[in-house]
Nanobody
Framework: VQLQASGGGLVQAGGSLRLSCKAS????????MNWYRQAPGKERELVAH???????NYSDSVKGRFTISRDNARRTMYLQMNGLKSEDTAVYYC????????WGQGTLVTVSS
């Protein structure tokens, strides 16, 4: 199983970024996928998840600003992040549980105020 995250970068507060996570080695179309983040000095937290059927859930801190989606044909999950705030600065990880717990390598998002 491999999860490859990309799309992070430096953005000004109020800006947008789109993260991608390409998966291999799993039955992607039926697997729940998650985005986590870990800010400096803080614990890793669940940001959003999307089921194989497309149901989504978000943490209160990003609800209304972030949108999780998936393209099963491309085996890719996305996180559209709008209205970014300095407190969104973190390393973002994609994750899934498929016969085991698997993590991507993380992509750094830095929001400057």
């Amino acid at each position: 199983v491999q999860l490859q995250a990309s799309g992070g970068g430096l953005v000004q507060a109020g800006g947008s970024l789109r993260l991608s996570c390409k998966a291999s080695g799993i039955n992607f179309g039926i697997t729940t996928m998650n985005w986590y983040r870990q800010a400096p000095g803080k614990e890793r937290e669940l940001v959003a998840h999307i089921t194989g059927g497309g149901s989504t859930n978000y943490s209160d801190s990003v609800k209304g600003r972030f949108t999780i989606s998936r393209d099963n044909a491309r085996r890719t999950m996305y996180l559209q992040m709008n209205g970014l705030k300095s407190e969104d600065t973190a390393v973002y990880y994609c994750n899934t549980y498929y016969r085991g717990d698997f993590w991507g390598q993380g992509t750094l998002v830095t929001v400057s105020s």
